[in-house]
């Protein structure tokens, strides 16, 4: 059984940083690639930044150049370093992970709250 588990969420006021992680445990054979969402809505959550098991990047707009993901491949963990944070930045932030067991499938972790106070 594959776990996500995400740390690293609170309150900040505006201007300030957080760093979120995220540990993938349970029989991984491989990690594809690991990303951070953020619910905007009751049902929808968007794509903040995407790793991939090569190392390459994507960011939403509204986070580039503020937010950096990063992954420790040996700790099967994944880092969102946010930066400049704004009142708009404040979601609860999940985890999704692709991993290989006996099959591929998307991993969601439970989410960390973020606030950030103007």
């Known amino acids: 059984q594959v776990q996500l588990v995400e740390s690293g969420g609170g309150l900040v006021q505006a201007g300030g940083s957080l760093r979120l992680s995220c540990v993938a445990s349970?029989?991984?054979?491989?990690?594809?690639?690991m990303g951070w969402y953020r619910r905007v809505r009751e049902t929808e959550r968007e794509l903040v930044a995407l790793?991939?098991?090569?190392?390459?990047?994507n960011y939403a707009d509204s986070v580039q150049g503020r937010f950096t993901i990063s992954r420790d491949y040996a700790k099967n963990t994944v880092y969102l370093e946010m930066n400049n944070l704004k009142a708009e930045d404040t979601a609860v932030y999940y985890c999704?992970?692709?991993?290989?067991?006996?099959?591929?499938?998307?991993?969601w972790g439970k989410g960390t709250l973020v606030t950030v106070s103007s």
């Open positions: 999704n992970a692709n991993i290989v067991t006996l099959y591929t499938r998307e991993y």
């Open positions: 349970g029989s991984i054979r491989r990690i594809n690639a």
């Open positions: 790793i991939t098991n090569g190392g390459s990047t």
